[in-house]
């Protein structure tokens, strides 16, 4: 899967929780993006980042928070996890230099929120 | 807000059969991409057309787009077991802007 990784691959957890998702890239891409995936909506950006420390919300930020310290990571935190956030996350990547915003994804992180 | 609709939602076809699906999508566009998500998996690029092209192709894939009617097709020709899978068009700006989504089409393909 082109270089990324996320940690944890499954997790449950209950309602009011904290949760933190790691996404991990060894391309030195610049931009990284994480979207959920649900039943009848497809994929939904959730936040992305254009570089170290400079992040965006995306379509449904809401409850949700980021950081990127270093290139290669991407982190996601569900301050107070809710059951509406159970759902899978993905985590992508695109290159600095294409002309056209091709993204290569990570395997998911399958969260339950209980 | 959901950018691509794909049609139909599902698909199901036996191996060496053709397999059509579409995108409809509602504003003005850079790029086209097709993506496939296997059972389980991550999503995978399959092709990119641009704004100012008609037409492309890829090994059995072969990509159209109108952008005066704002719709694309994706056709897999001689389908295989292995192209199982859903199917998820996305239109796309500049590099480093993120992608926008249909809700894809799931396929079928049995032997």
């Known amino acids: 899967d082109a270089g990324i ?6 997790k449950v957890t209950e309602t009011g929780t904290p949760v933190t998702l790691r996404c991990h890239q060894t391309e030195n891409h610049r931009y990284m993006y994480w979207y959920r995936q649900d039943p009848g909506h ?4 959730i936040h992305y980042s254009y570089g170290v420390k400079d992040t965006d919300k995306g ?16 982190l996601l935190t569900l301050e107070s996890a809710t059951s509406s956030q159970t759902s899978v996350y993905f985590c992508a990547i695109s290159e600095e230099t294409a002309s056209y915003n091709e993204q290569f994804f990570g395997p998911g992180t399958r969260l339950t929120v209980l | 807000s959901q950018q691509g609709e794909e049609d139909p939602q599902a698909l199901s076809i036996q191996e060496g ?5 579409n995108c409809s999508y509602k504003t003005s566009i850079n790029n086209l991409q097709w993506y496939r ?3 389980g998996r991550g999503l995978v690029h399959l092709i990119l057309i641009r704004s100012n092209e008609r037409e492309k192709h890829s090994g059995r894939l072969r990509v159209t787009l109108d952008t005066s009617k704002k719709s694309s097709s994706l056709l897999i020709t001689a389908s295989r077991a292995a192209d199982t899978a859903s199917y998820f068009c996305a239109t796309g700006e500049q590099a480093g802007t993120a992608l926008i989504f249909g809700k894809g089409t799931t396929l079928s393909v049995s032997s």
């Open chain 2, 37 to 39: 998500q296997n059972s």
């Open chain 1, 59 to 74: 379509e449904v930020s809401d409850g949700y928070s980021v950081s990127r310290s270093k290139t290669e990571d991407f």
């Open chain 1, 42 to 45: 497809g994929l939904r950006l």
């Open chain 1, 5 to 10: 990784t996320q940690s944890p691959r499954h």
């Open chain 2, 17 to 21: 059969e053709n397999a059509t699906m």
